[in-house]
């Protein structure tokens, strides 16, 4: 049982390049996240997914992109990647209901140049 | 909208000190409230959490309750130790829609 695993672990990127940051969990879970943290900013949520087949922009969606490719995988895309953009991405899982934790994954540290 | 509001760090405290990090929050109906760790380097894991009001939650000796008349759910221990130097994330998940997080507190514990 991996839990929510994430890759790559680490990115650096030209600003205007493209790269898309896989998420899966194994646990069947029907709701996923995407967050992304940055000193002293906490977590801000990007996108999620409450189940297959729906995503819902969060609270920072500009200039992401998202797919639920099933219920096990959730990945986020940059299309055109800018230096506001780095940060550490962490994905996230859940059962769905009010007494569920959700479940984070290792992250992924992007460098945007 | 929901809410949560924490404590601001960081927080230094020497070896066997006692700890509370202040959390309230703001909600609409029952949430249930979460207590969150991320070690450096790490993603976030989940510390305690409570359902329902005047539930306590704990692990590895820390503690928290909800008080739904102060809308609160601080975190405590009685005697913390360098390997509890974390950020910690206080969280509440409403009945419907998504998980709200606080800004985090920084605890170091120097020996």
């Known amino acids: 049982n991996a839990g929510v695993t994430q890759t790559p672990k680490f990115q650096v990127l030209k600003t205007g390049q493209s790269m898309t940051l896989q998420c899966a969990q194994d646990m069947n879970h029907n709701s996923m996240y995407w967050y992304r943290q940055d000193p002293g900013m906490g977590l801000r949520l990007i996108y999620y997914?409450?189940?297959?087949?729906?995503?819902d922009k969060g609270e920072v969606p500009n200039g992401y992109n998202v797919s639920r490719l099933n219920k096990r995988e959730f990945s986020l895309r940059l299309e055109s990647a800018a230096p506001s953009q780095t940060s550490v991405y962490f994905c996230a899982s859940s059962d769905s209901g009010r007494a569920y934790e959700q479940y984070f994954g290792p992250g992924t540290r992007l460098t945007v140049t | 909208g929901d809410s949560v509001t924490q404590m601001e760090g960081p927080v230094t405290l020497s070896e066997e000190a006692f700890l509370t990090i202040n959390c309230t929050y703001t909600?609409?109906?029952?949430?249930?409230l979460f207590w969150y760790v991320q070690y450096p380097g790490e993603g976030l894991q989940l510390l305690l959490k409570?359902?329902?009001?005047?539930d306590k939650g704990s692990n590895k000796g820390f503690e928290a309750t909800y008080r739904k008349e102060t809308t609160s759910f601080h975190l405590e221990k009685g005697s913390v130790q360098v390997s509890d130097s974390a950020v910690y994330f206080c969280a509440l998940r409403p009945n419907a829609g998504k998980s709200t997080f606080g800004d985090g507190t920084t605890l170091t514990v120097k020996p």
């Open positions: 997914s409450a189940s297959e087949g729906t995503t």
């Open positions: 909600a609409t109906g029952y949430p249930s």
């Open positions: 409570a359902t329902k009001a005047d």
